[in-house]
């Protein structure tokens, strides 16, 4: 069973980078054909998918995100990461990091999210 497990600051100053890992557990991030998407829901409002890294390692980016994130692993550590730049108090939400065999937020396995907030 995979397991995801999202970590980071829960509070972030605007015009600062937010920077979350997400930590997989029972499979590993290099098994081919899964997706492993970062996703994240403001409060009041719909899921949003915001990127993905695949098992060879290519990124996949929301265009409207896309000028301000970077998604990153560490394949020794079995990890991914989402770099949000010049975060805004828009950018407060719950972020997921999911596991799926294609991008977007349908996904087959998801972290138990963390509360990111940007205050005003």
Not at 23 to 36: A, L, P, R
Not at 101 to 109: E, I, K, P, S, V
């Amino acid at each position: 069973q995979v397991q995801l497990q999202e970590s980071g600051p829960r509070l972030v100053k605007p015009s600062q980078t937010l920077s979350l890992t997400c930590t997989v557990s029972g499979g590993s991030i290099t098994t081919n054909t899964n997706y492993w998407n970062w996703i994240r829901q403001p409060p009041g409002r719909g899921q949003e998918w915001m990127g993905a890294i695949d098992y060879s390692g290519s990124t996949y980016y929301s265009p409207s995100l896309k000028s301000r994130t970077s998604i990153s692993r560490d394949t020794s550590k079995n990890q991914f990461t989402l770099q949000l730049r010049s975060v805004t108090p828009e950018d407060t939400a719950t972020y997921y990091c999911a596991l799926g065999d294609a991008l977007g937020t349908q996904n087959d396995y998801w972290g138990q999210g963390t509360q990111v907030t940007v205050p005003s």
